[in-house]
């Protein structure tokens, strides 16, 4: 909810003193974090403590959906528009720096999203997760920053200085989907400490077949903004072409 008030905030900010920020913009925020709220609050988030198919949902909005439409916001580019010059350039500052760098990279937001998947899911974390609140925040916090991380290191919404390639983003974008999937299937084979095997198998699915269509959705975007990249250069080529 508090980001939700500072995103209006600055979009408020925005409009007054700038150009007029897109309202589709504020309504994926909105929806982003209302999807983020439904997985930690609420019946969905009491179902989970003890359903594994409601908590793989809730992993499903907080994780890939939620993060998605909140980087699709360019909360990053609202942040510089409405800050002061030299807070602006402190924040581009950090932005450059060797430790975003890294963490940006499309490999390092894999290893984080994917891997602390694998580690939670196929160790005995998920089972002692129930029964530690510090645990069972940290690990929620944990899914929703890696997620939002992987996003923000494959499609590029708000500024980056650290650009990787479309094929670089691409190839690990094929590799953390296999790593899903794959991921999926194994929960379906061996379930969970604490987890029946029906409820895994049912969660599983949902895991497989949910994450696809988030995934198809971002690879869509990707695609998408590669066509666009590309298409200038093409024009430019047919012209000098024929002129010459």
Same mark, same amino acid.
């Given at each position: !909810? /508090?980001?939700?008030?500072?995103?209006?905030?600055?979009?408020?900010?925005?409009?007054?003193?700038?150009?007029?920020?897109?309202?589709?913009?504020?309504?994926?925020? =909105?929806?982003?974090?209302?999807?983020?709220?439904?997985?930690?609050?609420?019946?969905?988030?009491? %179902?989970?403590?003890?359903?594994? =198919?409601?908590? !793989?949902?809730?992993?499903?909005?907080?994780?890939?959906?939620?993060?998605?439409?909140?980087? #699709?916001?360019?909360?990053?580019?609202?942040? *510089?528009?409405?800050?002061?010059?030299?807070?602006?350039? %402190?924040?581009?500052?950090?932005?450059?720096? +060797?430790?975003?760098?890294?963490?940006?990279?499309?490999? @390092?937001? +894999?290893? *984080?999203?994917?891997? $602390? /998947?694998?580690?939670?899911? +196929? @160790? &005995?974390?998920?089972?002692?997760?129930?029964?530690?609140?510090?645990?069972?925040?940290?690990?929620?916090?944990?899914?929703?920053?890696?997620?939002?991380?992987?996003?923000?290191? #494959?499609?590029?919404?708000?500024?980056?200085?650290?650009?990787?390639?479309?094929?670089?983003?691409?190839?690990?974008?094929?590799?953390?989907?296999?790593?899903?999937?794959?991921?999926?299937?194994?929960?379906?084979? &061996?379930?969970?400490?604490?987890?029946?095997?029906?409820?895994?198998?049912?969660?599983?699915? /949902?895991?497989?077949? $949910?994450?696809?269509?988030?995934?198809?959705?971002?690879?869509? *975007?990707?695609?998408?903004?590669?066509?666009?990249?590309?298409?200038?250069?093409?024009?430019?080529?047919?012209? +000098?072409?024929?002129?010459?």
């Amino acid at each position: !909810m /508090l980001l939700l008030g500072l995103y209006m905030g600055a979009v408020y900010f925005s409009n007054r003193h700038h150009k007029h920020w897109p309202l589709y913009r504020s309504v994926l925020w =909105t929806v982003g974090i209302f999807l983020a709220i439904l997985s930690v609050a609420g019946p969905l988030a009491e %179902r989970a403590h003890g359903n594994f =198919t409601a908590h !793989m949902l809730g992993h499903l909005l907080l994780g890939m959906m939620a993060p998605l439409l909140m980087a #699709l916001a360019a909360p990053m580019t609202l942040l *510089l528009r409405t800050l002061p010059v030299k807070a602006a350039r %402190r924040i581009t500052n950090i932005l450059r720096s +060797t430790m975003i760098r890294i963490l940006s990279d499309p490999v @390092t937001a +894999t290893i *984080l999203n994917i891997g $602390g /998947l694998w580690l939670l899911y +196929t @160790t &005995n974390l998920y089972q002692i997760m129930h029964h530690s609140l510090f645990l069972h925040v940290f690990i929620h916090i944990h899914v929703f920053l890696a997620g939002y991380l992987f996003t923000i290191s #494959l499609l590029y919404i708000d500024p980056i200085p650290h650009r990787r390639s479309y094929l670089y983003r691409s190839i690990v974008l094929v590799i953390a989907v296999a790593g899903h999937s794959i991921l999926s299937k194994f929960i379906y084979a &061996n379930p969970p400490a604490g987890v029946p095997a029906d409820q895994a198998q049912t969660g599983s699915r /949902l895991m497989y077949y $949910g994450g696809d269509l988030i995934d198809v959705i971002i690879i869509f *975007l990707l695609c998408l903004h590669w066509y666009r990249a590309v298409r200038p250069r093409k024009r430019s080529a047919q012209v +000098t072409w024929q002129n010459s």
